[in-house]
Nanobody, 127 residues
Framework: QVQLVEFGGGSVQAGGSLRLSCAAS????????MGWFRQAPGKEREGVAA???????SYIDSVEGRFTISRDNAKNSLDLQMNSLKPEDTAMYYC?????????????????????WGQGTQVTVSS
């Protein structure tokens, strides 16, 4: 059973930084699409960043240049370094993963229908 557990959320002032981590376990396939997603109150969930097993990364425009997604295969962790945070980054952040061929093909589009999800970690940015 694949399990994803997020760590590292918290409260920070605008301009600050946070690093989110996602511990992944229960899978053996080295080919994947993994990503970070967020959902603010009253808004739909959106993809933030994704990385595939080839190391290709994708970001939404609003975080490009401020956020960095990375994968530590040895530690089975997925990280999101968030710099220059803005109040509009406030949301519940989720990591997600999938291991199918189709998900890897679509990974560059940060797909919302990945098969495995963590429980989320809250990020709050105050002005």
């Amino acid at each position: 059973q694949v399990q994803l557990v997020e760590f590292g959320g918290g409260s920070v002032q605008a301009g600050g930084s946070l690093r989110l981590s996602c511990a992944a376990s229960g899978y053996t396939d080295s080919r994947y699409c993994m990503g970070w997603f967020r959902q603010a109150p009253g808004k739909e969930r959106e993809g933030v960043a994704a990385i595939d097993s080839d190391g290709t990364t994708s970001y939404i425009d609003s975080v490009e240049g401020r956020f960095t997604i990375s994968r530590d295969n040895a530690k089975n962790s997925l990280d999101l370094q968030m710099n220059s945070l803005k109040p509009e980054d406030t949301a519940m952040y989720y990591c997600a993963a999938d291991f199918t061929f189709v998900s890897r093909l679509r990974c560059r589009y940060i797909p919302l229908d990945l098969g495995y999800w963590g429980q989320g970690t809250q990020v709050t940015v105050s002005s």
